[in-house]
Structures are given as C-alpha cells and as structure tokens.
C-alpha cells in the first residue's frame, strides 16, 4: 500500500508574484558568500572532521565502509489552532536530529542491495539527537556512536545481501548499488522567522468563530504552521551543503454529518514561503464562511449510487490522480524491485499517455502561474542538485524519477533521492507538472463532457471539483489500484438542467485503463500542495495540472459511520452584545 497526498494539504490560492522571486533569487546569490562562513562552517565541519574520523577506521575493518554520509535537520516549529473561536493550542518547539549512513561493500554491492524474496533490507540510515547549539565535544560523541551502530547494521546487512544473491535468480545486468555523482558544495546562511503569536492567535480566534453557528458542524478549527528547517549534509565523498527551508501554512478544516450517518469533511489550506505572503484575514473569513455554507449544503445532497462514466478531473483532482496513479508508479527504486509491479519498466520509449500531454517533475520550480510550490528544493536528501526532469514528452516515457540507487540503464541520479528527517532516501517525487499542448475553454470542456454522456447513454457525467487526498497500491502481491478521495461532486446533465452537488463517493481504478481515457485537457491550471506519504516519510510535494475530460472513471460508495445525528439539542449560541 502506497499511502500518498495527506489530507492535511489541499487547496492553495497563495497569490506571488514571479519578479518577487526573481529578485529574491538575485538578492541571496550576491550575500550568501558573505555569511557562509561565518554561520553555516561551525557545524559543517564539526559533522566533516567526524565523518574522516570514523571513516579512517571503518576503511581498515574486515567489511570495509566505502560510504559515511550526515545529515542534520534543526527544525524550529510554532503551530497555533483555534476552534469555534476559542485557542486550541499556542507551542513552539526546537529540535536538531543528526542521520547517519554507512555503506559496507562498493558502489556495485554493497548492505542496502535488495533481497529477492526475503523482503526489504531494512533501514540503513541511523537518528541520533543532537544539542542546538554548536558545542563541538557532545555531537562528535553522538555522531561516534551512531556510526558505530549503522556500520553494526550495514555490514550484518551486506551479509545478508551476499547470501540472497547467492541463493536466489539474479538479473542478468544487474544495476550498481550506488551512482557515483559529483560532491556538491553550497552553504547557505540559516533560515529564521520571527511571529507575532499574540496577533496570530487573536486572528485565529476570530477566523474560527463562524463554525460555531451551525450546530451541524461537529469538527473544526483554523491553525497556523511556520517551520523554518536548516539542512546540513556531508558526506565522505567531498559534499557541503547548507541549505535553509521556510514552510508557512494555514489549514482550514470542518466535518458536518447528513442525516444517514455519513461524515462529510472539507479541507483548505494556503501556503507560502513567508509570513507575509499568507492570505489577509478578510480573504480567509470568506473562505471560512464560503466553507460553512458548502457544509450545509451537502448535508443535503443526494448519494451517487456506483457509477461508470465520463467524468471531469478539475485541475487539483487531476493533480492528485497522477500524482497517485502515474507518478508512484515512475519512482526509479520501484524498478529495482521484485515485488513490485513495475508497471513501466518496460515502457521506456513507448506511449503512455495521449500525445497533447507531458508530465514534468520539476523541483527547482518554485512557483506555477501565481501559485507558490511545496515541493521545491535545491539539493536533494543524497546530496544531489535538484533538476527538472521531463518522464514523459508527448505522451512517449522517457525515464524514471531517481535517486542513487540507479537503473541498468539510467546510471545517475536526477536528484529525486528524498526523505523526512530520519528516514532512508528513496526516488520521490517534487513538483509534478502535467502540461498539455492542445487544450480547450473551460465551458468548452463541460460542453464535451454532456456531449461525451450522451454518446455514452448516460443521463449525466461527474464533475470532481476538489479533493481530499488519496492512495494506490504498487505491489505485485495486492491488485495494482487506486483511490482517490473527492469531497466536492457535481452532476452535469447531459439534457442542460443545472448541476447539481452530490456526495458520497470515491474514485478508483487501475493505472493503464485510467490513461487510456484522457480526452481533453483545459487552458486553466490549478495546483494541489500537499505532503506524500510513503517509505521514507512524508514529503512536500505539489501536483498541477489542467483540467481533464476522461471518457470512462469507476466510482464506488464511500465508506460510511452508522452513528445517528445528536440526540441531545446543541446548546444555545452566547448572543453578541
């Protein structure tokens, strides 16, 4: 199971200009020589004169280490929440965690080479807490024994390795183990944020008030997020990078019921780079009271009953169905595996989709249009310049998203290698941008739509306005699925009556059938920010896209509670003077 975009990250109307960028982007490379020195050496070579230390000694062991590599992530994170206008929870919180990694064996064979039939390797990097301040003597120490412990555990693991491989079917041209790439070197001076918590949590207090006059509103609340992350990684291979990472987010979220039962969530969030460039208050009210009547409304609505048809993904949904049915399914390390369904491995060179569309997973984008991207990064989590990567041009598969564990036939990395704070990297996706080159009004496309029905026979076709989130499944041992989960359905009519807000299902399918019934694309892009969940953490990622017509999607009935409304009335609202 491929757990994927979290709900916790949906729709982003963040508005930054492209000049704001640029001149930021021109402001930091003229400064940042300055400062580097000054604030980023101290610990880069705290971490460097450790990482030789070791390494000269695990070098002469009887399992050789050819690999050390560190990573350290400071995180400062302050999250405020308020609900039905009362302060939920005002926390701040600091923490520095040091990654260690040892490989054991070479760059052809090494611990983290995979075991056929055996399952996974297991994890290959090992966490240790680190002080938040600079202090030479204490974090060599901690540094010393994580090294001591990921060295125990990879050459227990290369063991295991060459055991497996002696025993099982090999690949006739297996890939290497480990990509050789270029040592990168980028200090960049911390990242910081200062916040009026005062201010923030009366602003709060205020945006979370109106839930509270629909008594049928039985979860809510606004919050805010700001976590400034400073990345440091080293490596014995001659890396230094520092890099520094500023997350703003305010997430909007509320669930009523319908009268059977059935719990109806909706989620909105907006994100930025900065304080500042988070939305007004007023903007956001609108939002909230724009919520609360959309809430009401599909309490009201009526159920769609499993349905095959055409349907229109607007752009968040259509971001999020590739994001969950394409772009796991081109992670380079789910090539590697046996377990895996491999889906594409094949089909380097072949058509995948329909010629008008490309897909391109572009982390050094920080913006779309207007919309600030989650998904950006300079460096990798394997040290790795960040690059765009075009997987499909014209509809033909060109390559495969990588980390350092490469493919026979793509040897380097592209500079997908990712994870959270304390996990293994693996080929992740960043930004996916699905871009077509023949596209269509808006109106056109819900007019192609009915046409579309009533070439079908169907009284109507489904409109996936917005999202929550959703999942897949890549493995060889469980049915190679989907499902993605919208919380905004609208009927349109093929005869021309009015569309109509529906509730209840949820979109699924398999991968090959899904792309083969892309039709039509708009001139209108929208963009889905969210974290993707999978085997090395949760990841910032965005998925953009147009919105498409599809000829045929599968919905089936949502999961539903048994539980009845309240039995008891709500109590009474306190009247404002």
């Known amino acids: 199971m491929m757990p994927s975009i979290k709900p916790s990250a949906h729709r982003n109307r963040v508005r930054l200009s492209r000049l704001a960028i640029i001149v930021a982007a021109l402001f930091t490379a003229t400064e940042s020589a300055h400062v580097q020195s000054q604030a980023q050496a101290p610990l880069i070579d705290i971490l460097q004169a450790e990482l030789r ?18 990573t350290v ?72 024994r994580g090294t001591d412990r990921a060295y125990r555990q990879a050459a227990e693991a290369l063991t295991r390795a060459r055991s497996n491989a002696a025993a099982k079917i090999q690949d006739e041209k297996p890939a290497p183990d480990f990509s050789r790439e270029e040592p990168q070197v980028h200090l960049d001076a911390p990242t910081a944020y200062t916040l009026d918590t005062a201010a923030w949590e009366d602003r709060l207090r205020r945006l979370s008030e109106p839930f509270s006059e629909d008594p049928l509103i039985f979860r809510s609340d606004v919050s805010l997020s700001v976590e400034a992350t400073n990345r440091y990684y080293t490596n014995s291979e001659g890396s230094r990078i520092a890099t520094g990472e500023l997350f703003c987010r305010i997430m909007i979220q509320a669930a009523t019921k319908a009268a059977d039962g059935m719990e109806l969530p909706l989620y909105s969030s907006f994100f930025s780079r900065t304080v500042d460039g988070l939305p007004s208050e007023s903007a956001l009210l609108a939002e909230v009271r724009s919520m609360v009547a959309l809430l009401a409304r599909l309490r009201d609505a009526p159920i769609v009953d499993p349905f095959s048809g055409p349907a229109i993904l607007s752009g968040r949904a259509a971001g999020v169905f590739f994001h969950e049915i394409f772009g796991h399914r081109v992670e380079g390390h789910r090539q590697r595996s046996a377990d895996d369904a491999q889906t594409f491995a094949k089909r380097v060179g072949q058509s995948v989709l329909p010629t008008f569309l490309s897909v391109v997973f572009d982390p050094t984008r920080r913006v779309r249009g207007t919309t600030e991207l989650h998904g950006f990064n300079q460096f990798d989590d394997e040290g790795v310049k960040a690059r765009p990567v075009t997987v499909v041009d014209k509809g033909i598969l060109q390559t495969f998203l990588l980390g350092r564990a490469p493919l026979q036939r793509f040897p380097q990395s592209n500079g997908h290698g990712r994870a959270q ?59 190679n699925a989907f499902n993605v989960l919208p919380n905004v359905v609208y009927r349109v009519y093929a005869d021309g009556r009015p569309m109509e807000l529906v509730r209840g299902v949820d979109l699924i399918g398999t991968p090959l059938a899904a792309f083969a019934k892309i039709l039509a694309a708009s001139d209108v892009v929208d963009v889905f920010n969210g974290l993707c969940g999978a085997e090395s953490g949760s990841v910032p990622v965005s998925a953009s896209s147009p919105s498409l017509l599809v000829s045929e999607v599968e919905v089936q009935k949502k999961a539903q509670s048994q539980e009845t409304l309240p039995i008891l009335p709500a109590p009474e609202p306190k009247r404002r003077s």
Not at 53 to 70: C, E, M, S
Not at 82 to 111: H, I, K, M, P, W
Not at 439 to 454: F, G, N, P, Q, Y
């Open 53 to 70: 230390r070791n390494l000269d000694t695990l070098k002469t062991a009887q399992n050789p280490a050819y690999f050390i590599g560190y």
């Open 73 to 144: 992530h400071d995180s400062r994170l302050t999250r405020l929440a308020a609900s039905d206008g009362a302060l939920l929870r005002s926390d701040e919180s600091q923490t520095r965690a040091a990654s260690v990694e040892v490989r054991v064996g070479d760059y052809t064979f090494d611990n983290t080479h995979p075991l056929k039939g055996d399952g996974n390797v297991g994890p290959r990097t090992t966490r240790v807490n680190l002080t938040l301040t600079d202090t030479e003597a204490p974090i060599r120490l901690e540094l010393w």
């Open 421 to 479: 704070a304390g996990y293994v990297p693996v080929s992740r996706q960043s930004n996916l941008m699905v871009e077509a080159n023949k596209t269509v009004s808006a109106d056109r496309l819900i007019e192609m739509l009915k046409e579309e029905a009533r070439r079908q026979g169907k009284p109507f076709g489904l409109l996936f306005d917005n999202i929550e989130g959703g999942f897949t499944f890549t493995g060889r041992s469980t049915p």
